[in-house]
């Protein structure tokens, strides 16, 4: 897809909206990524026919690209219409499905149903939907399953939750006879300790991790996932966003996480394409910042106005500003304790 210079003219809304959307379509592979779909490819393969289908478990904090790599590893295998003398039927290789809120069991096993097509996924109890998905596995050629959002099978963390969830997931994986996929956050990792049998079927545990910006390794890593993103932007000229000084101000406000450095990428470059620039500056990140509120960091401040910005400066005194609040919190706790 090809943009042309703006020439200093404001974009229409059709364009903007073009330019936006294109940047929300870029997927820049985290250097895990490559690994890890071969990690995937390996396991659907070796796991056909095999009399202990292999099991993975992928977690990472939110925003580091779990749902991305395993989204377009299903991506490489799309669903097949076949006809039969028997009639017609949608052929699945890998069934991707995202774990809903506050899942039970039978919730999920609804839920699967549901997106491998069947339209009685909500009647049944818990034993009589689990058969069922044995069933279509069998008739759609189902070889492997991803269970995206797994945490959400464990979202009330009490010890009966666990223990229902984590002898469902053993008993599942272990019957189902294809591979199985659990993809979270770092707190489903509980659902392993509650359950030591299902900690050693999924002994192969894969961590996504942010990018950290310690070691001149991981800055020239860092930047190199910048440039990769610069090339894909919507502009016809190059917005040197792997620029040392840049990097580090994105980092910064990222902390190497992916997502929120997309999301930086995306205000910025509506802000750019409004003004008729032909690439993002740090003008265009600055006033993309405030879109980009994070209540887990009130402190943080907007290095893009900072000619003087350096970055383990910034970190440290955030970090204090924390630690400030909460002292101060931590004491008017205790006032308000000790006048009761």
Not at 155 to 163: G, I, K
Request: charged share 25%; aromatic share 8%; hydrophobic share 40%.
């Amino acid at each position: 897809m090809s943009f042309e210079s703006l020439k200093g003219k404001k974009a229409s809304m059709e364009e903007l909206k073009r330019r936006v959307e294109h940047v929300k379509r870029i997927i820049v592979h985290h250097p895990n990524y490559g690994e890890l779909l071969e990690e995937l490819n390996m396991m659907l393969f070796f796991s056909e026919d095999s009399v202990s289908p292999e099991g993975l478990y992928i977690y990472g904090p939110s925003g580091v690209g779990k749902s991305t790599v395993t989204t377009e590893f299903t991506a490489r295998y799309p669903r097949e219409i076949v006809k039969t003398v028997e009639g017609e039927y949608t052929h699945i290789t890998v069934l991707h499905v995202r774990v809903p809120p506050k899942a039970t069991p039978k919730m999920l096993a609804s839920k699967i149903l549901e997106v491998m097509g069947d339209p009685l996924h909500h009647k049944g109890t818990l034993t009589d939907l689990t058969s069922r998905i044995h069933h279509f596995v069998r008739k759609l050629g189902i070889r492997m399953i991803i269970l995206d959002e797994f945490q959400h099978l464990i979202d009330a963390d009490t010890d009966h939750v666990l223990t229902t969830a984590s002898n469902w997931v053993k008993t599942f994986t272990e019957e189902i006879r294809i591979a199985v996929v659990l993809c979270g956050m770092p707190e489903s990792v509980s659902v392993f300790l509650s359950n030591p049998q299902l900690d050693r079927r999924y002994c192969n545990k894969v961590m996504l991790e942010p990018f950290k910006y310690g070691t001149v390794e991981e800055i020239i890593t860092f930047r190199a996932f910048l440039k990769k993103i610069d090339m894909d932007l919507p502009f016809p000229n190059p917005s040197n966003i792997a620029d040392p000084h840049l990097a580090a101000k994105i980092y910064y406000i990222s902390k190497g996480i992916p997502f929120y450095v997309m999301k930086l990428m995306e205000r910025a470059t509506y802000f750019a394409a409004l003004q008729g620039a032909d690439q993002i500056s740090e003008i265009h990140m600055a006033q993309a910042l405030p879109k980009l509120k994070q209540v887990a960091r009130p402190y943080v401040i907007n290095p893009f106005t900072d000619i003087h910005f350096d970055l383990a400066t910034a970190i440290s005194s955030e970090n204090d500003a924390e630690d400030r609040f909460k002292e101060k919190l931590m004491v008017n706790t205790r006032k308000s304790s000790n006048k009761r």
